[in-house]
């Protein structure tokens, strides 16, 4: 079983920045993917930005230049550096782990981390 825990979510001033972290642990296979969602309120969980193994990332157009994702793959920790922050990146940010078509759960969620950002 995998489980995935987010932490370094905060309140912060518009301009401020924040580091996300994401542990995975458990029964980890040799390759996956992480990624980052967010989800304000009221509105639908939209892809943030995505890692594979060989460290290729992915962003949304919205967070590009200001978010950086990087992974630590001895602490199989995944980083999310939010810089530039805006209100409108205020929402709960999710890490998700894509564990292939073969895992038994391919994917699987953390509980999420609040990110408030103030004007």
């Known amino acids: 079983q995998v489980q995935l825990v987010e932490s370094g979510g905060g309140l912060v001033q518009a301009g401020g920045s924040l580091r996300l972290a994401c542990e995975i642990s458990?029964?980890?296979?040799?390759?996956?993917?992480l990624a980052w969602y967010r989800q304000a309120p009221g509105k639908h969980r939209d892809f943030v930005a995505s890692i594979t193994t060989d460290d290729e990332s992915r962003y949304a157009d919205s967070v590009k230049g200001r978010f950086i994702i990087s992974r630590d793959a001895a602490k199989n920790t995944v980083y999310l550096q939010m810089n530039s922050l805006k209100s409108e990146d205020t929402a709960v940010y999710y890490c998700?782990?894509?564990?292939?078509?073969?895992?038994?759960?391919?994917?699987?969620w953390g509980e999420g981390t609040q990110v408030t950002v103030s004007s």
């Open positions: 998700t782990a894509d564990l292939g078509e073969l895992a038994p759960v391919r994917y699987v």
């Open positions: 458990g029964s980890i296979p040799s390759e996956y993917g």
